[in-house]
């Protein structure tokens, strides 16, 4: 079984319940639309929400968010192939998977392209209470570029699923107050325009806005944990 869920932020109370639930084995996979929190930190201090999610009878198949380095970036992370595409992994954690942007994943027989990233609000913030912001956050513009020629090429998938969303629906009500919105960087968004205008797609799940609703075809996620079909 395939399931599919929002941000964790290092909070997996519900993930833990569902695997309890249902019964879930290492053949189950997780889908979590970024900011899992695994790689928080991108050192020796992310070991302990590691050890403890080794021990979930399930996969997890996370997206890059804008709260977690990426793990290219962690020398601890090899490659793979799982499910026709490239993740990232590390030996000693072999059910924590991380995808890449602009890999084109089969999950039961769907096409599925990941692209991961959004821009922090709390950026400077963070940087001011010396909690941990990557530059690496939003996808680099290679990577768009890569995505971009992919796009033209295949044309069509079944879904996507991202971070962030495009900017066309943008859920404004969930904007934090007091951030001044003309200073926060919309690139990734205006991007997904561009790719949502190109493609054909069934399906699009995104996160990161921290609310479960529906607009159209674009299928938000935060709290809810739901087949993956």
Same mark, same amino acid.
């Given at each position: 079984?395939?399931?599919?869920?929002?941000?964790?932020?290092?909070?997996?109370?519900? /993930?833990?319940?569902?695997?309890?639930?249902?019964?879930?084995?290492?053949? &189950?996979?997780?889908? /979590?639309?970024?900011?899992?929190?695994?790689?928080?930190?991108?050192?020796?201090?992310?070991?302990?929400?590691?050890?403890?999610?080794?021990?979930?009878?399930?996969?997890?198949?996370?997206?890059?968010?804008?709260?977690?380095?990426?793990?290219?970036?962690?020398?601890?992370?090899?490659?793979?192939?799982?499910?026709?595409?490239?993740?990232?992994?590390?030996?000693?954690?072999?059910?924590?998977?991380?995808?890449?942007?602009?890999?084109?994943?089969?999950?039961?027989?769907?096409?599925?392209? /990941?692209?991961?990233?959004?821009?922090?609000?709390?950026?400077?913030? =963070? =940087?001011? =209470?010396?909690?941990?912001?990557?530059?690496?956050?939003?996808?680099?513009?290679?990577?768009?570029?890569?995505?971009?020629?992919?796009?033209?090429?295949v044309q069509e998938v079944d879904? /996507?699923?991202?971070?962030?969303?495009?900017?066309?629906?943008?859920?404004?009500?969930?904007?934090?107050?007091?951030?001044?919105?003309?200073?926060?960087?919309?690139?990734?968004?205006?991007?997904? &325009?561009?790719?949502?205008?190109?493609?054909?797609?069934?399906?699009?799940?995104?996160?990161?806005?921290?609310?479960d609703k529906i607009i159209d075809?674009?299928?938000?996620?935060?709290?809810?944990?739901?087949?993956?079909?």
């Open positions: 079984m395939i399931y599919i869920t929002g941000d964790k932020h290092t909070d997996f109370r519900n /993930v833990s319940f569902l695997c309890y639930s249902n019964e879930t084995t290492l053949d &189950d996979i997780l889908i /979590v639309l970024g900011d899992a929190g695994i790689n928080y930190f991108a050192n020796e201090k992310d070991n302990l929400l590691k050890d403890s999610l080794k021990n979930y009878p399930i996969t997890f198949f996370c997206i890059h968010g804008n709260h977690e380095e990426r793990p290219e970036n962690i020398k601890t992370y090899k490659t793979k192939q799982f499910h026709q595409g490239l993740v990232y992994y590390e030996e000693k954690y072999p059910n924590l998977l991380f995808a890449k942007d602009g890999e084109i994943y089969d999950f039961n027989h769907q096409k599925a392209l /990941v692209i991961g990233g959004a821009y922090s609000v709390d950026k400077y913030y =963070r =940087r001011m =209470r010396g909690y941990p912001w990557y530059e690496s956050e939003q996808p680099d513009e290679t990577t768009k570029e890569n995505i971009l020629k992919l796009v033209d090429k879904v /996507v699923l991202t971070h962030t969303c495009p900017y066309k629906y943008l859920p404004t009500e969930m904007f934090i107050q007091g951030i001044d919105q003309s200073l926060v960087d919309n690139s990734t968004e205006e991007f997904l &325009d561009i790719i949502e205008e190109k493609l054909t797609y069934q399906t699009w799940y995104c996160g990161h806005f921290h609310t075809k674009i299928r938000f996620m935060f709290h809810d944990i739901e087949e993956f079909k």
